[in-house]
Structures are given as C-alpha cells and as structure tokens.
C-alpha cells in the first residue's frame, strides 16, 4: 500500500512541542549531561514530483529528427518531440521546420498543423513543408489553402521551391485553373525562368491533360534541361501519342541531348501500343544498343514488353536471354508478353510462360504478386487448371493471398473451368473485393448456370453501398435474361437507368437479350432503339429477337438494313438470320447466306450454324438431305445435330430413319438419359414394345432416370415451380380448380368440332404417360390466369419441349381467355394468341 493511500494512523506523525518550550543552552552549562538529540520529524511522502530533464545538444535533436523523417518513424518524431518539451527546451525556427518536416513525412498533419500554428515565427521553408505535406498526404486542395495563406503573410516570400510543390499538388488533382493560376503567379514573380519551375509547370499541365500549354511552356522556357525533354516525352506518352512521342525523340538525339534510362524506357513503353509499326521497334531497339543501355533492366523490360505485346516472341526472347542477372522484373515482362498474346497462338507457345516461371523458382529470385497475376492469366488461357492450382499453393505461401487481382485471377480460372466453388472460395478470401472482383464472381455463378446465386450476389453488392459498373450490370442482365423472371427484369432496368448504365452499348445488348429471354418482344425493341451506338452484336441480338418469337420477316428486313447501314456482320449475325430461315422455312436464301458466311466473309460454320440449316431442310420436309448435310459437314458426331435431325423425323413421320438417329444418340451419349426416353418413345410408336422395354431396362441398369420436367414463372414478385406429375399440396387449390374447369371447356370444344385432342397423339404411349393434368405449364398457365390481371400476359418457362398435347390445349386455351400466353422451352417461343400459335406448329 502506498503512502498517499494509507490511514492516517499508519503515517509517521510529526512530533509536536510545547510552544514554550526552551532548548537547554549546552554552552551555559558546561557540566551538566546533555540531553538526547531532538528527532528529526520525518518528511512528508507526498507524490514524487517529475523531475526535469536536461536538454540534449541541438545538433542531437537534429539528428533524430532525421532520421525520423528518412525512416518515416513516427514514434521517433514523437518522442525527440517530447524531450524537448520536458526539458523545457525552445527550439530554434531550424529545429522547428526539422520537427515540422517529420510529422509530414511520417503522415501525422494533424500534429504538423498545430506545430506549424503554435511556430512563433515562420519563414518559406516552414510554409513549403506544410504545403508538401499536404500534397504528399493526398489533400492537394488543402496544399492550395496552404500557398493562398502564404502569400498572404507579409514576412515571408515564397521561392522557387514553393512554385515547385503547389503545382505538383495541381497536378495530383488536374486541376488546371489553379494550376495555371500558380503559373502565372511563379511568371510575375521571375522564378518561372528558372529549369526547376519549368519543369514543374510542365509536369502539372501533363497531368491536367493539357498538352498544347505543355508544348507552349516548353518552346518558350529559357532554361531547359534532360528533365525538361523527358517531361515533354513523357506528356506525349501519357496522352497515347507514340508517333509524337518518337518524333520528340529524334528531336532529342538531334539537339544533342543525352538519352537516358527515363526516356528511353517511356519511349519503348509507349511504342509498345503501335501496331505495324516494326521500323520503329528496330531503330529504337538499335539507338539503346548506341547508348549503351541494352543491358539496364527497365530499358531491357521495356523492350521485352515491346516485342511480346506485338507478337515478337523470337525477339523478346532473344532481349531477355541478352540481359546478365534477369530480375524479377524482366521475368515479369516477359512473363506478362506471353499472357498478352490474345486467342490465335497455340497452347504449347503459351506454356513457356510456366516454364520461365519454373526458371524465376530454380534461380531462386522471389516472384511478385505480378509474377503471379500474369502467369494465373497463361494458365486460363489454356486451361491449366492443375497448373493453376499448384501456383494457388505458391501464391498462399508468398503471402499474397490478399492482392485483389491475384484473387481475380484466381476466380476466372476457376470459373473456367466449372469449378464454382473453388471460385467462391477464392472470393471469399479476398479481403479487398473491387468491383471487379465482384463483376468476376457474379459472371462465374453465370457460366455455370446459377443465375439465381448471381441475382443474390449483386443483392449483397449493393447491401455493402457498392457501385458496380457497366461489365456489372450486363452481366447481371444476363443472369435475368437465363432465369426469364419478367419482374426481376424490370427491376434491374429501371436500376440501370437510373444509374445511367443505360447509355453504355454493352448493358444495351444485354438488354434486349434479357427482354427477349423473358418473353418480352416489344420491350426488346424498345431497347434496340435506345442505343445510341449500336455494334453488330446490337444488330444480332434485335435479329435473333425477331427470329425466335416468330417474327421472321422482321428478322430478315433487319438483317437487310443492317448490310445497308455497312455495319460488319459476324458469326452471330448470321446465326441469327439463319434460324429466321428456319423458322420461315425459305431454303434458298438461307443456303444464300450460307455461302456467304463461309465464302464471302470466310467464317466457320459451327455446329449451331450446322444445327440451323439442318432444321432448315427438316422445316421442308427434306429429312435425307439434312442427313447428308451433317455427314458432310465433318461433324457428324455431335448429337446436337442428331437431335435436330431426329425432331424433323417426328414431325414428318420418319419413324425408321428416327430410331435409326436414336440408336445413334445411344452411341453419342450413352450417360444423357433423355437419349434413352427419346428411343423409348420412338420404339413405342413405332410399336416395337419389347425393344421399348429393353430401352428401360437399359436406364434401369445404368442408374439413369427421366429428368423431371418443371416449368416456372414469375407471380407476385416471386418464383413459382410446377413439376410435371406432382399433384401436390404445394400448389394451391384454386389453381387446379381453375386447370380442371379450362380443360373441361377445352374438352367441350373439341367434342364439338368432332375431334379430341387427348386421342390425337401416338396410339402406342401407355404405361407412365402423365394425364394432361398433370403438366407442369398448364398448371403454370392456371395459375397466372388466377393470379395476373385480365390484360397481362402469361409467360411460363419450361426445361423441356411441350407436348404435342399441352400444345393443342393452349391453343384452345388462348382463344377462350382471349389474352397471350407465352412458353418457352428449349427449342424455341410459343406464343399462343386466338387459337394459333408463333410456332406454326413445328418445334
């Protein structure tokens, strides 16, 4: 227990005496016994007082002054700070502007502000360490407060030093009114003549942006100096100018002007964005060798960069084996030119990026997280996904598991590849997640058909108050656009316009996509004809849109003003008008624009383009020619095209040729089930039973069974789901009250014209054939026709192709409600409107 803290009783007390006491006087009696000393009363114990310490020699306090500031330490500021003021030593103006420039090179303007206005006395280096502070702290306008401040002070005068750092601070902010407020200000004062201010004024109007008073200041400086050229070399690099830049060069060498390392590399830099421009890349390649700097590592990455970003691999390589002890930078670049090559060069010229990266790891020199980034990148171009793992591994124990691009990297590799959990683990751990990191995770949920998961990503998206941006937003109109939820889409329309994502080309295409996908014709077209500038994917996408809702005049009249416009058609382009040709059955002009795709403009046909002139000769009838077609085409093993084919056999009554093409798809997919019911089918109406039942026994054995058919749609800002057989509690009872009281006056209708259209489908289905009941869309349908309002349009989507019978029944169903229903199932739109339907019967 201290003594401040004891009892009273516990403390020693002072002795007190009798205020008349007398001491004896020893001297007057020299014989008698002195008494016994008087006890010394013990001192209080009061609190120890601090005590003050001695002031060091100022050029100590200089010292550590520095020191703090070249190793940014702010502790150290503080306390040589502190000393001096339990010393109880003043500062000099000298130790004070020291003190001063710590605090702003450590980062603390607080404690620099309330320094610099308790300073006594202030001269120019006072002012222009406040006012470098502020701009190295990235607060320029408080910088330009700063200057203002210190023209106002009478006692002090601002130099060249000054000039030099409010204009860095207008340029860290573009701000070229102040900036060229602070010019003139420098011109009136004379220090504008000086190399050092020029070169500062330069600097700032590059930064702005403004190239022609960069030009004007530079022509008329009276002192110029290797700095001065590389400024103006570098204002025209940064403006994307190359052709300029090289001309400055040239320039330079012709003035007498010694080229550096500085020039040299922004002048490679900037060339690396030329294309054809191999004369330029030569001559500046042989003016480093003059120079002497082929073997400086920032000129070496730079000419690596050079040739690898315009396809000079031989080159760059050659560059990168002349370099002595490449760095991590050279690898870097060369690493970075491998993963810049685009889609034309072969797997096995990308997979050298991996082994210089194996190389960079036996010199054992420390990759960087751009090491990494870029050979992340090589491994999904190719499609390393084992490879890419091995590197993840690398990245965690380099530690640069939290680098947001490396993160990306890693989730579009993954998402490549189908692996949509591994993506979101990656995202997860991603501690800084930018937009783009978000962008890369809402498109994996898209790719791998989870546009669900998707929506509920951009949900949280904005839950965190984040802006996404155009690549955000198309992406997520195409998450809409697969789920064809009307409502949602909707929803995120009216976010884009709001957001001005509208205007941008991309979210526009996306658009119409969505609206198409969900039914939506008229609002597509609306959207075409908001774009401003609209590509050839805008183009394709309004054809398609045609194409596929039945509209197929209005399909080729598109395509016609397209070539008119002079708008350059590409493979989508003529997908689309192809299934208009389809559909509209008009086989000479689809083969037409056939041969010109494949003559004319030299592209491919892929196999939907094959799949589309198949069902093009299978709309007319010509089944052996379509098989003939795809025989020729070289890609006679894929079973999309089977199906094509197989479809038209069903509708023409081909049924030989059909189990034949069934037999087939056995072959081609021996693990889809919908192969084996599609010949379970074909053998019942054909009537070969026991072959059916074997088919069965087939799917029995291999553990295969039919995928349900469900349809869904958008009711009450909700999803619904209706399974095709499931006469379950979930649905509500109205819902099939409403379906048994339209089929019995579907049925009524039929009785009446003499015909029913339960017995018009094949005789031969028996066992497991569903009632027509129990179809998952005409449950849908009754619902929508409970739930919606009279004049709004049913939509339902389906996973799988109606049936003949649901077919006919909506028909009858869309005549009696009078209003449109719209299904879309795999193979196309059926809009049923008074009895007829956009399909013209032929899916």
Known sequence: ??????????????????????????????????????????????????????????????????????????????????????????????????????YTRCGDMRYARLLFDGMPRRDAVSWNTLIAGYSSQGSPRLALCAFRDARRDGGVAVDRFTY????????????????????????????????????????????????????????????????????????????????????????????????????????????????????????????VIKVGLDLDYFVGSAMVDMYAKNGGLEEAIKVFDCIPGQNVVIYNAMIAGFARLGNEPC?????????????????????SKFTFKSVLEVCNLTNAVRCGRQIHAHVILSG????EFIGNALINLYAKARLVDDSLRCFNSTPKREIFTWTSMITAFVHDEHPDKALDLFKELRYLEKEPDQFTMSTVMTACAALSVPITCEQIHCYAVKSGFDQFTCCGNSQIEMYRCAGDLKAANKSFETISCLDTFSWS?????????????????????????????????????????????????????????????????DVKHIACMVDLLGHAGKVADAEDFIMGSGLENDAVLWHALLRACRIHGDKDRGIKIGEKLIMLEPCAASSYVMLYNLYMDAGKISLAMRTRGQMRERGMTKEAGISWAEFGGSIHQFVDGDNSCSQKAETFTRLEELLVSVKQKTQHFGMNVWEMG????????????????????????????????????????????????????????????????PARFHHFSQGSCSCRDYW
């Open 1 to 102: 227990m201290s003594a401040a803290a004891a009892p009273r009783s516990m403390l020693p007390q002072r002795q007190r005496w009798p205020p008349d006491h007398r001491l004896p006087d020893h001297r007057a009696h020299p014989n008698q016994t002195p008494p016994p000393p008087r006890p010394r009363p013990p001192e209080p114990s009061p609190r120890r007082a601090r005590r003050r310490l001695a002031p060091l020699e100022p050029s100590v306090y200089a010292g550590l002054l520095r020191c703090a500031s070249r190793t940014r330490s702010l502790a150290l500021a503080r306390l040589a700070h502190s000393h001096m003021v339990r010393a109880g030593y003043r500062p000099g103006l000298f130790l004070r502007n020291n003190l001063l420039a710590a």
């Open 164 to 287: 030099a750092t409010v204009l860095a601070a207008c340029g860290g902010v573009r701000d070229g009114r102040s900036g060229r407020a602070a010019h003139g200000l420098a011109v009136v004062s004379g220090v504008a003549r000086t190399a050092f201010v020029t070169n500062s004024v330069i600097d700032m109007y590059a930064k702005c942006g403004m190239i022609d008073e960069v030009r004007l200041v530079f022509d008329r400086a009276q002192e110029r100096d290797e700095v001065s050229w590389n400024l103006l070399l570098s204002a025209y690099v940064r403006m994307g100018w190359p052709e300029v830049a090289v001309n400055v060069l040239v320039w330079m060498h012709r003035s007498g002007v010694k080229l550096d390392a500085f020039a040299l590399g922004g002048i490679l830099k900037a060339c690396s964005e030329l294309e054809d421009s191999e004369d330029v890349r030569m001559m500046l390649h042989g003016c």
């Open 347 to 367: 797997t096995e010229t990308r997979i050298e990026a991996v082994r210089l990266y194996a190389n960079l790891l036996q010199r054992r020199i420390r990759p």
């Open 400 to 403: 640069f598991q939290d680098d």
């Open 541 to 605: 996408q309004m054809i398609l849109s045609y194409a596929v809702h039945g509209h197929e005049r209005e399909a080729l009249l598109l395509f016609k003003k397209m070539e008119d416009c002079g708008v350059m058609k590409n493979e989508f382009a003529f997908l689309a008008v192809l299934v208009a040709c389809s559909h509209q059955r008009l086989i000479n002009e689809g083969f037409r624009h056939y041969e010109s795709m494949v003559s004319d403009y030299g592209f491919v046909g």
């Open 762 to 825: 094949f005789q031969a289905r028996k066992v497991g054939e569903n009632s027509i009941s129990k179809h998952g869309e005409l449950l849908a349908v009754a619902h929508g026709l409970t739930t919606l309002p009279n004049s709004a349009p049913v939509r339902v989507m389906k996973n799988q192709n109606m049936s003949w019978e649901s077919h006919e029944t909506l028909k009858l169903l869309s005549e009696g409600e009078n209003r449109e229903i719209i299904i879309r199932d």
